[in-house]
């Protein structure tokens, strides 16, 4: 048995049609090294990031039978929280931050 994390960013769209591609993947590259960096933290092996979706899994690289759900849930809080500590645009705080969902 193994827990999956899948999320995507909220709006993203919206985001990507109001900024440039170079300040899109500027957003996505802070945002996805602050998830690599909690999911390091917690033992959550990266699956990998398409577009804007981030795809992490727990007990299936790494032997975590007893504390897998607990490890994705801690990481989960995590990833919530750089997405919320991401401005969408370093240049303009005006724009807010990341939302995933």
């Known amino acids: ?3 999956v994390f899948f999320a ?3 709006g993203f769209t919206n985001i990507s049609a109001g900024l440039e591609t170079h300040q899109v993947s500027a ?6 090294s602050a998830m690599d960096q909690a999911a390091a933290r917690h033992g ?11 795809i992490g899994v727990s007990n299936l690289v790494d032997s975590q039978p007893d504390d897998h759900v607990s490890r994705m849930a801690a990481f989960c809080l995590d990833a ?5 500590c991401t ?3 370093e240049e303009d705080a005006s724009k807010g931050t990341v939302l995933i969902r």
Do not use: P, W
């Open 1 to 3: 048995c193994s827990t």
């Open 8 to 10: 995507d960013v909220c």
């Open 27 to 32: 957003m996505l590259d802070r945002l996805f």
């Open 44 to 54: 959550i092996h990266k699956v990998e990031t398409i577009g804007d979706c981030y």
């Open 80 to 84: 919530i929280e750089a997405a919320r």
């Open 87 to 89: 401005l969408v645009d």
